[in-house]
């Protein structure tokens, strides 16, 4: 598999990297350390600009290249979960209760190596500018660095982003055109009943029975009200209700979360939702109170980024291992404002290697150093492709 050969010269260092963070994990907007480190070794590869505290924690590089008017953004995000470590491996988490545990540590290592190789090389037409952001898990990071003004000092033209996959063999990638991964967005519906002995059903209002019946009926939205060949998930996750058995509770809380792909079908979730639950707690004597957060938009990949992406990869590891049309995934990432602002893609890289699938967000997670050359390579070959300076 070509991999770049002067990438190949570091991958030591590289794995390096990537186990010292992996020791060091911190969490959303608490990346201090990461983003000293990260900004410490940009700063030994000379890169052009270096900015620290955008988006609160995160770090933006510069690096020209050649003359020439192009400008892309490559992004990596930095933040560890609030899961105890359960790996076993030499350079585990230090930090009782956090871990890396979606593999932010290898983004962010093949980011700091595709600088190094970038800043060395200087083999493309145009400026470069390296995202590493902070709190990507739930936190929007992406959103915090936009809202400090990323795309107004950093005017890229297009913006990729990369996501270790562990469900695909390393050495291969996958790349949607159009939507990758979905919104996602969470309710609270709060059943106010009336309370009271539960051998007298009559002179209580039950917000269990209510509660219930909306369980049921929330699953009809998807199965009967959605188009079959749309696609959205709502589940209830929590169901908060009384205390002991014979007592008939006052109140009633659920709380769930709904994924969707379209604007036009998170708005008939968000509505048909509040229906169904006011409808039946109405019907039943109860009143209900839905508050709707929406969380991050969903992950849409544009047409011609996904190209470029997809060609890219497979200079690295061959077109045969390059998925130009996986399935899209429920989950959602916040690398979706980035794309709502900016022509881009986001790809999914495989790292899957013998024995059983290491899952994302499990403790035993640990990224695949064998993956980082890949990576890098990936990085490197996409902004040299983009940004050729021979003339075409
Ligand atoms: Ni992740």
């Known amino acids: 598999m070509p991999i770049v050969n002067r990438v190949a010269e570091f991958h030591d260092d590289m794995t390096a990297w990537r186990r010292h963070l992996h020791a060091h994990p911190e969490l959303g907007f608490e990346e201090t350390q990461t983003a000293a480190f990260v900004a410490r070794h940009l700063a030994e ?8 505290g955008i988006g609160r924690t995160g770090v933006v590089a510069v690096i ?7 400008r892309i953004g490559l992004r990596a995000d930095m ?46 037409a145009g400026t470069v500018c390296l995202f590493f952001q902070p709190a990507e898990e739930g936190r929007a ?19 990729y982003g990369l996501h270790n996959w562990p469900g695909m063999p390393l050495g291969s990638f996958g790349v949607c055109n159009g939507p990758a991964m979905a919104a996602s967005d969470e309710f609270t519906i709060r059943l ?18 209510a509660g219930a019946t909306i369980v049921q009926a929330a699953q009809t939205i998807v199965s009967r009200q959605i188009d079959p060949l749309d696609n959205a998930v709502i589940s209830i996750t929590k169901f908060i209700a009384g205390d002991t058995f014979n007592v008939i509770p006052g109140e009633a809380v659920l709380n769930g979360t709904v994924r969707t792909f379209k604007p036009e079908t998170r708005d008939f979730c968000e509505r048909r939702l509040r229906e169904l639950a006011s409808g ?25 980024q996904s190209v470029a992406a997809g060609d890219a990869a497979a200079e690295i590891v061959g077109a045969d291992r390059v998925d130009r049309n996986p399935m899209p995934v429920m989950g959602a990432e916040d690398f979706s404002y980035m794309l709502e602002a900016r022509p881009g893609n986001y790809i999914w890289m495989g790292t899957h290697e013998g024995g059983p699938v290491s899952a994302l967000h499990h403790p035993e997670f640990d990224f695949n150093d064998n993956a980082l050359s890949i990576g890098t390579s990936y990085w490197a070959r996409l902004v040299e492709r983009l940004m050729s300076h021979e003339p075409v």
């Open 45 to 52: 590869f000379g890169v052009d600009e270096l900015h620290e």
């Open 141 to 159: 990071g992406a959103k915090a660095m936009i809202e400090d003004g990323l795309f107004e000092r950093f005017p890229v033209d297009e913006v």
């Open 192 to 209: 106010e009943g009336r309370g009271g002995h539960a051998a007298m059903p009559n002179l209580a209002a039950d917000p269990v029975t």
């Open 64 to 70: 020209r290249g050649r003359e020439g008017n192009a």
């Open 79 to 124: 933040d560890a979960l609030p899961i105890q470590e359960r790996s076993g491996v030499a350079h585990a988490s230090t930090v009782a209760g956090k871990m890396h545990a979606c593999g932010h540590d290898g983004h962010t290592a093949m980011l700091l190596g595709a600088a190094r190789y970038l800043a060395e090389t200087r083999n493309f």
């Open 280 to 304: 039946i707690a109405s019907a039943m004597g109860l009143g209900c109170e839905y508050r709707y957060r929406r969380g991050y938009p969903p992950t849409v990949n544009h047409p011609n």
